[in-house]
Every structure is written in C-alpha cells, then in structure tokens.
C-alpha cells in the first residue's frame, strides 16, 4: 500500500494491484483562497468524501472511471474492502457543522482508517465498529475538528501501528488552527518525513506505535 498526501485531509492510496482510492480531495483555492494546495488533477478508481465541505468534496479535477463513495455503509471493490461509519463534525452531534464519515479501508493486509473532519471523541460503539486498525489518518489541527490533546486520546482508543496527522495548519492552509507540532510536541517515536508518500506492507509495520508527518505533495 502507498500513501500520498496531497495535503490538508487529502490523500491518495495505491494498492498492490494498482487500485486508486483518492480520499477527500479539496478545492484549490477554496474559501477565499485560505486553502492554497495545489490542483488534484489525478485519475482515480475510487473516490470517498467524508462530508460535503469543499475541502474534503471536490471531485470536479479527478479524472478517470472511478465509483464515488460518500455514504455510510460497506463496498467491496478491485480488490478493496471499505466501510463508511456516520460520525459528526462537531461535538453537537451535527448541529454546529453536520456530518461526517469515517473510512476503514481494508486491502494488501492492512486496515488503514481516515477519520475525516471527526470532531468528537469516538463512543464505545463506534470503537467497535471501527475495530483494529494499523494506519490512522487524523485531523489534529483544532477548532473545526478535534484537536491536539483530543487526537492523542483518539490514537490511545484506536492503537494503531501508524498515524499520519492532517488537516492542519501550513503554509498554504490560513484556517485558524493548529501546527502539527501542537500534535508532535509530547508524542513519543516521531518521524518528519520530507516527502508527500510513503510504502506500507504489513510485516514491515513498526512494533512501537509511530507518528510519522508528510510533507504535502501540493
């Protein structure tokens, strides 16, 4: 399995069989030009949206025959398994900034999880449904989303062997949140990696639970 992190939530999975799953692609340029990553301009087999928020819904530059998914519920296709679990964006169940889906995916023997805009603490229930995971890919930027302290909490329930953080504040993302260092700062075997991708196979997995941050592609 290969990641590419575009940037903010958005990331490109490449199976072992070639399989592309493009996951909560943005608008460049979006909300006044506070998002300034580049253009998505890839092809992809799968796209999923997490909620429908031009930052995470923009499907307009993705090219190719791909299947969209951005409902809950549970596909299985070219190989890939996935699972779309409702969530919400915010604390009040969906009142302040509405839904949000979280996406296990599960292919080349890993179980990888993008948690979206989550802005919430993950109840018993969801844990469950969730299950094990080896890869988490999670906000921690603050303010729309759980934050920092409430990402480390999130990462404690799910014990993943990896966690890529996203959506958080850059030099091309003006929202008002987070540096990922607010995240980084008190966690323990961190890697800062200069490079956008990155290779995954189950048995090269660390035993230590790690935090590794892309550098985004666009």
Not at 61 to 78: F, H, N, P
């Amino acid at each position: 399995m290969k990641i590419k992190w575009y940037g903010h939530a958005a990331f490109k999975i490449t199976t072992d069989n070639g399989t592309r799953i493009i996951i909560d692609p943005y608008e460049s340029g979006a909300y006044d030009g506070a998002l300034a990553y580049g253009i998505i301009d890839e092809e992809a087999d799968i796209v999923l949206t997490s909620h429908d928020h031009a930052d995470h819904n923009y499907v307009k530059t993705i090219s190719g025959k791909y299947v969209l998914v951005d409902k809950a519920g549970e596909y299985d296709m070219r190989g890939v398994k996935i699972k779309a679990f409702p969530s919400f964006h915010d604390k009040s169940l969906g009142k302040e900034r509405g839904n949000n889906l979280i996406f296990v995916i599960a292919c080349d023997d890993l179980i990888l999880a993008h948690t979206g805009d989550i802005g919430h603490a993950l109840d018993a229930d969801l844990l469950k449904q969730i299950g094990k995971t080896d890869i988490v890919l999670l906000p921690v930027g603050g303010f729309f989303t759980i934050d920092a302290a409430e990402a480390t909490k999130m990462i404690d329930s799910l014990a993943p062997a990896v966690t890529i953080p996203m959506h958080y504040k850059t030099e091309k993302c003006a929202f008002p949140i987070a540096l990922v260092e607010e995240f980084t700062r008190n966690q323990d075997n961190v890697r800062v990696l200069d490079k956008s991708e990155i290779d995954f196979k189950k048995e090269n997995l660390p035993t230590k639970p790690q935090i590794i941050v892309l550098r985004y592609a666009l």
